[in-house]
């Protein structure tokens, strides 16, 4: 086969990096790839979603860099689909269409009160601590003493150690000079972790419950009862696969926890469990407390255990709440959505139409806009890999028509009639080079431009120079 393809990825995060590079690896088809981002900087969630005190995890850069140095791959920052392209266009530039665009918003609660002022989405101050440019005017309240995080998967986490942590610690990381300096005025001395079922089905990780308790300046509390397993619990963890062992090692962590007492730190940080969120209370229209109901575990016909109430309740006072229940997918314009799932429909990566279930010729999907806001980074290979399999066996199936707009020039000349200020992966690494140099004067890896303008300004001017 000696024809050249032609895909296009929409989303520069992990599943479509991973997807460009099982692609252009492929032994049966010669594929160019040009990946789109709305965003004039690549990477998604590495970049905004990636704690700024997990350097080791955004070191999967590196390896995204080498995709992106492959000959036949290119970058086009700033062009989102929906506002600078459409799928129509896109149709006609390419044999095939990747969207790896992620799950961008929040899941809802339903809660009395979740609207309340003060009461935020985790997602939010994510974007905003990690200098997401559509999350730099969120304001977030630290002048208050408490607050509390719903939920307790890794964002939960994340969310919750980066209120707890000293900033001067923080102060090392890139997190943005903006987040650092209200960081450092923040009032905030108790937070609430609240989980609605057990230790045993928590869905942080062991290195995430173990950096949490062992906070310089701040202490982990953990109550005996929440951890005292009920015998289901019990006997789940008794017939885990040895091979899954995080649930047994975060019982094992969380239990030397309930041993230590309260502490002498400033901070504390209480690991709560078997407890859901029912309301949250105001006062003129501001957080000031939430109203908890504590559960019991209850066998599903699945098999798992499902928190239930007991009708007895607690009010905790907090000022600020963060809603950590998940991420969510958001519909892409003419592009199948499930609005349910918050995911493109799909068979294993080929877009389904949504009403039918057959596959659309030419759309496939990977990552979370695929199976749904799930897995660390590195789950997005085996998932981007089964996509692009089909994907290939597909184009050598279906020759698509050759044709004059297939080609890297046409879409070049596309963006360039429409007056379209894209970025490429060379300006990318201009700006990267820049945000480094910046960061080392200040003893941290990078200090991030987090406004739109900004970037390409930079840009502009180290190309005019
Ligand atoms: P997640 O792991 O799915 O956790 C969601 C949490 O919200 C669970 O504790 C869940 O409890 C809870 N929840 C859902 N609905 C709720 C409700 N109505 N009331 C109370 N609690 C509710 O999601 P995530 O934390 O957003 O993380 C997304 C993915 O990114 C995960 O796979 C995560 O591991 C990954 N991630 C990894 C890292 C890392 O590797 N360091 C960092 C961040 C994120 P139930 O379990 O009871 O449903």
């Given at each position: 086969m000696n024809q050249t393809y032609r895909v296009a990825i929409i989303g520069s995060g992990p599943s479509g990096f991973f997807a460009a590079e099982e692609l252009m690896g492929h032994s049966d088809a010669k594929i160019e790839v040009d990946m789109f981002d709305a965003?004039?900087?690549?990477y998604g969630l590495v970049r905004g979603?990636?704690?700024?005190?997990?350097?080791k995890i955004k070191s999967v850069t590196l390896v995204y860099e080498r995709t992106a140095s492959r000959p036949g791959f290119r970058f086009f920052g700033n062009v989102a689909l929906g506002r600078e392209i459409s799928i129509e266009d896109l149709r006609k530039f390419y044999d095939a269409v990747i969207f790896?665009?992620?799950?961008r918003s929040d899941r809802r609660?339903?809660?009395?009160?979740?609207?309340?002022?003060?009461?935020?989405a985790a997602t939010e101050f994510v974007g905003w601590y990690n200098g997401h440019p559509d999350y730099q005017e969120q304001k977030f309240?630290?002048?208050?003493?408490s607050a509390a995080v719903i939920g307790n998967g890794n964002v939960a986490m994340d969310v919750a150690r980066i209120l707890a942590e000293d900033p001067e610690r923080l102060a090392?990381?890139?997190?943005?000079e903006q987040a650092l300096a209200a960081l450092r005025k923040s009032n905030i001395k108790e937070i609430f972790l609240l989980g609605r079922r057990g230790p045993v089905q928590a869905a942080f990780t062991n290195p995430e419950i173990r950096e949490l308790c062992e906070l310089p300046g701040c202490d982990a509390i953990v109550a005996p009862e929440e951890v005292n397993l009920d015998p289901e619990s019990q006997k789940d963890l008794a017939n885990?696969?040895?091979?899954?062992s995080t649930a047994r090692n975060n019982i094992e962590v969380l239990l030397r926890q309930s041993k230590?007492?309260?502490?002498?730190?400033t901070k504390k940080i209480h690991i709560r469990f078997l407890v859901s969120p029912v309301e949250i209370l105001g006062d003129n229209g501001k957080v000031k407390a939430v109203k908890v109901e504590k559960n019991k575990l209850m066998r599903e016909p699945d098999g798992s255990l499902r928190a239930k109430g007991t009708g007895r309740y607690e009010t905790i006072p907090v000022g600020l709440i963060l809603r950590s229940v998940g991420y969510k997918g958001v519909a892409l314009p003419n592009v199948p959505y499930d609005a349910k799932s918050g995911i493109v429909p799909n068979d294993r990566g080929r877009v389904t139409d949504g009403k039918t279930r057959d596959p659309i010729q030419g759309l496939y999907v990977v990552g979370w806009a695929k199976r749904?806001?799930?897995?660390?980074?590195?789950?997005?290979k085996p998932d981007s890999i089964e996509t692009v399999r089909l994907l290939v066996q597909d184009l050598k199936e279906n020759q698509g028509a050759d044709s004059p707009d297939k080609t890297a020039a046409a879409v070049s000349a596309f963006l360039d009639a429409k007056k379209i200020q894209y970025t490429t992966f060379q300006d990318w690494k201009v700006l990267d080079a820049v945000e480094t140099e910046r960061g080392k004067a200040k003893g941290k890896p990078r200090e991030k431009f987090t406004r739109i303008f900004e970037m390409l300004e930079v840009i502009r001017s180290k190309k005019r120079a």
């Open positions: 965003l004039p900087t690549p979603g990636v704690a700024p005190d997990h350097p790896a665009h992620g799950a609660m339903g809660l009395p009160g979740e609207d309340l002022i003060g009461s935020q309240d630290f002048s208050v003493e090392r990381t890139d997190l943005t885990l696969d040895p091979k899954f230590k007492g309260r502490g002498e730190k749904g806001p799930s897995g660390v980074i590195g789950t997005n």
